[in-house]
């Protein structure tokens, strides 16, 4: 039994294992799952959550009374004068007059809060300033500057019109405002400028108003319209060769035209089609405020500043528009510094069918009389202007003559720009403007250590996510660089230099800056000796082109054969390309016969061969050509070749006794060889430069130095320092002048032990000693005088002794000579005389005045008082 038992047991046990076993393998089963399912989950989390884009909203720009510190304003923005306070009677009158014969139109933008909460009139705030920087003197340059300068502030309603309307120097204090304050800014500075500007307050499209430009074009992509050239007609002459006659079928003529024409018109219609699609595309989703946001801008008037056409001006784009252009939906009013007008015209099609001409009343309504617009003839008939003559009319015209109001100077103070504000343009030093499938970024000068002043990055399509092209532009660069242009599709770089880099480089296209792979150079060519203009380079080829050289070289190319050593720089000079050809080509030399000036000159190198082919002359067909074989003077034994006629392989069109003879041959083939080395010296110096060439420019871009104007006296350290240490040296000189203009008792202090107090007896020697020396210094004056006094009558007695001698023979102009010169002679001495007498009054006093200087000294007064 109890082995029974213990057998059960032991089943009982190996039971329970097996199925715990079955239990842990489950459950590592389960947990595989889990986990692959798991691991299935998170990678579909993250799929999801990398879908998801989290867009930080742009912290609005506020600009409000609450930003504006009013502590340091003028009197003039606190409170009105009485004039002003007329001037805001009179346009409240005229509002209730507008609304009453107009209630359907929208109430006028007359007089708007400043920032210290005080009406102030549109037109008074106007301030007309003419800034010293030659650069705002144009409009296009004056409006490029306050977009640049200034950040847009929404208005607080898009279809209000604003409350507050601050002044310009708030404006430019903060750099910021709305579309009014960006007019007002503007406006003033084109007045001052000498254009005939006003303010506009109107409606216009949701993009102009929000300052969208992702569905404009970037200016700087904009290519010029292409002027068609007019092809001169050729006037048939009566003696020429008929054309042969044309023997094919007009009819499959006509078909092939036909059919070509039919392709062409397909070809039109797609791109016409693809065309609208994209402008489909391009077109901005529908408003349902279109017509009725409000917006501010620029209207430019023709005539002043040679102003051919009137037209407006974006202030937040700087843009130019027509005066029609779709873009600007209507205008309420206008205003300049001197009056305020209101539009009386319908705006149902926008501003195209608007008239401009301020001084016809019937469509624009004034508020003052006194406005310079020349007004329209109410008068027409002559009727009415006989009636327009009588005495009740002259009557009240003269009272309106006399109760004219002129409008009140205005309260802003003076705009001034800075000439750091100036130079920093954009707000923080930079800014960024979205145009379409491209983005500009501004930075102020100086602010990018590499001199980057501009970048416009180009894009594929609208959705700006591959980049195909950059463009940047750089100033201040001491390697002259200005443009950059990146083509990341092709992987090509070109970069533009200013004049006077010292390569003479112009344009480099490259792709990398490893030697002898494709790159282009284009030079300045007046600035080198050899007058290159162009060099392109592949790992097969090099070619060069030139201009102006007393050779007459323009063109010379090099082929060249695979490397048998890899390439490496250090060792250029004993590793370079086998040669294979070297073309070079000449312009015509009119000093030389075409048969003999050589028009191209290939070196065969590989095949120790020279070609030449001359000018054709005027009145032949064909030109000359020669082919040399080359051989080496001796043989390999040391003996002397001959030349043979098959050396010489020529054709002459006009053959010539002298050119058949073999010692002419002969000299030839000897200038060619040193010609052949001179080439092949010239195309090493070319290789080298290239070399050269890319190892500065290299450096250049590791360094990108900038310079530093010496006017620039912020930014040149040299400068400053220099000056600062010049106005120190100035101002110690001029104190130790004044020390010693003052200090008359300074040399003879000096004689004096230091530091010892005076005794009466030193007093009274220091005072002798000064007067005898001031003594003596009159006398020795008065006897200079009086010696210069000498010498000038002894001279003129000795010249009209010499011509009491020889007056009998002297001819005319030595007369004139002598009688010019006692002339100046008397002159002299009578000034001398003068100054000797005028010496001789003023001595006594000046020595008495210094007598008493002394008897007054602090130094001495208390030993010489016994004395006065």
């Avoid at 692959?36 to 993250?46: C, M, R, S, V």
């Avoid at 309307?165 to 003033?188: A, E, P």
């Avoid at 401009?356 to 508020?367: A, I, K, N, S, Y």
């Avoid at 009119?590 to 070196?603: G, N, P, S, T």
């Amino acid at each position: 039994m109890e082995v029974l038992k213990e057998k059960i047991e032991e089943e009982e046990a190996a039971e329970r294992e097996a199925e715990a076993e079955q239990a842990a393998r489950r459950a590592a089963e389960k947990e595989r799952e889990d986990f692959t399912f798991k691991q299935e989950e998170l990678i579909d989390l993250e799929q999801k959550l990398s879908e998801i884009e989290v867009h930080i909203p742009e912290v609005p720009v506020i600009f409000s009374k609450s930003t504006i510190d009013t502590a340091t304003l003028p009197p003039s923005y606190r409170a009105n004068t009485d004039k002003e306070q007329l001037l805001l009677q009179v346009a409240d009158n005229f509002a209730r007059q507008y609304s009453h014969l107009c209630p359907d139109r929208e109430p006028l933008f007359l007089h708007p809060l400043n920032e210290c909460d005080v009406p102030k009139f549109v037109s008074t705030t106007i301030r007309p300033t003419l800034m010293p920087y030659p650069e705002l003197y144009n409009w296009d340059s004056c409006a490029e500057f306050v977009s640049d300068f200034l950040s847009m502030v929404p208005l607080p309603s898009a279809i209000k019109l604003p409350e507050y309307l601050f002044s310009s120097t708030s404006v430019l204090k903060y750099q910021r405002g709305n579309c009014f304050d960006f007019s007002i800014l503007l406006c003033s500075l084109l007045i001052g400028a000498g254009y005939d500007a006003y303010c506009v307050s109107g409606y216009a499209t949701q993009d102009l108003c929000s300052m969208d430009l992702t569905r404009e074009v970037c200016p700087l992509l904009k290519k010029p319209k292409e002027v068609a050239e007019e092809k001169e007609k050729v006037v048939p002459k009566k003696y020429m060769i008929k054309p042969p006659r044309d023997l094919r079928s007009k009819f499959e003529l006509a078909q092939a035209a036909k059919k070509e024409a039919e392709i062409m018109a397909a070809q039109a219609k797609k791109q016409k089609e693809e065309e609208e699609r994209l402008l489909e595309l391009d077109k901005s989703p529908p408003d349902p405020m279109h017509g009725l946001r409000i917006h501010a801008w620029v209207l430019v008037l023709c005539g002043r500043r040679e102003v051919p056409e009137s037209f407006f001006i974006d202030p937040f784009t700087a843009r130019s528009y027509n005066t029609q252009d779709e873009h600007f939906l209507g205008i309420e009013s206008i205003w300049n510094h001197k009056n305020y007008w209101v539009n009386m015209q319908d705006c149902w099609n926008g501003c195209k069918d608007l008239t401009f001409d301020l001084g016809d009343p019937v469509r624009w309504e004034f508020l003052l009389l006194g406005t310079e617009k020349p007004y329209l003839s109410l008068y027409e008939t002559e009727e009415e202007e006989g009636f327009a003559k009588d005495d009740g009319i002259e009557n009240l015209d003269k009272e309106d003559e006399e109760n004219n109001f002129d409008m009140p100077g205005s309260w802003v103070a003076q705009i001034s720009i800075s000439p750091t504000d100036f130079e920093t343009r954009c707000p923080l030093g930079k800014k960024v403007i979205q145009y379409k499938q491209a983005k500009l970024e501004k930075w102020t000068a100086y602010l990018n250590g590499n001199g980057l002043v501009s970048r416009l990055t180009i894009y594929e399509n609208m959705d700006c996510h591959r980049v195909v092209e950059i463009r940047e532009w750089y100033k201040n660069r001491e390697d002259l660089l200005e443009m950059r242009q990146v083509d990341k599709v092709l992987n090509w770089t070109t970069e533009y230099f200013k004049p006077g880099h010292f390569l003479a480089l112009r344009v480099h296209i490259y792709k990398n800056m490893i030697p002898e792979t494709d790159r282009t150079m284009e030079f300045y060519h007046s600035a080198r000796v050899d007058g290159l203009v162009k060099r392109t380079e592949t790992s097969r080829s090099m070619t060069e082109y030139y201009e102006g050289r007393p050779d007459f070289l323009a063109y010379r190319h090099v082929d060249y054969g695979i490397r048998t050593k890899k390439f490496n720089i250090n060792s250029a000079d004993s590793n370079t390309r086998p040669l294979l050809k070297i073309t070079e080509r000449f312009n015509r030399n009119l000093k030389k016969l075409a048969d003999d000036d050589v028009a191209e000159r290939i070196f065969v190198v590989s095949e120790e061969r020279i070609l030449l082919r001359y000018h054709c002359r005027n009145d032949y067909i064909t030109t000359s050509k020669r082919e040399f074989q080359k051989r080496n003077d001796v043989d390999n034994k040391g003996n002397k070749i001959i030349v043979t006629p098959d050396m010489c392989i020529s054709y002459e069109v006009e053959p010539r006794e002298h050119t058949k003879k073999l010692l002419f041959q002969y000299e030839m083939m000897m200038e060619l060889k040193n010609e052949e080395r001179i080439s092949k010296h010239q195309v090493w110096e070319s290789e080298m430069e290239v070399l050269e060439i890319l190892k500065v420019r290299e450096e250049e871009e590791d360094s990108h130095n900038l310079t530093v104007s010496i006017y620039d006296t912020k930014r040149n350290e040299k400068s400053k320092e220099q000056r600062e240490a010049l106005e120190r040296q100035a101002q110690e000189e001029h104190m130790r002048q004044v020390e010693a203009k003052l200090d008359y008792l300074a040399p003879f202090l000096v004689q004096l032990p230091p530091g010892e107090k005076l005794t009466r007896w030193q007093a009274l020697r220091l005072k002798d000693e000064c007067l005898n020396d001031f003594k003596q210094r009159l006398i020795d004056k008065a006897n200079l005088i009086q010696a210069r006094f000498e010498k000038e009558t002894q001279e003129l007695q000795k010249k009209q002794q010499w011509y009491q001698e020889n007056q009998v023979t002297m001819t005319t102009e030595d007369e004139d000579a002598y009688l010019t010169y006692c002339s100046q002679a008397m002159f002299r001495i009578r000034i001398l005389e003068q100054r000797l007498n005028r010496h001789k009054e003023l001595a006594p006093q000046k020595y008495l005045a210094l007598e008493e200087k002394l008897y007054r000294d602090p130094r001495l007064i208390e030993y010489l008082k016994v004395f006065v």
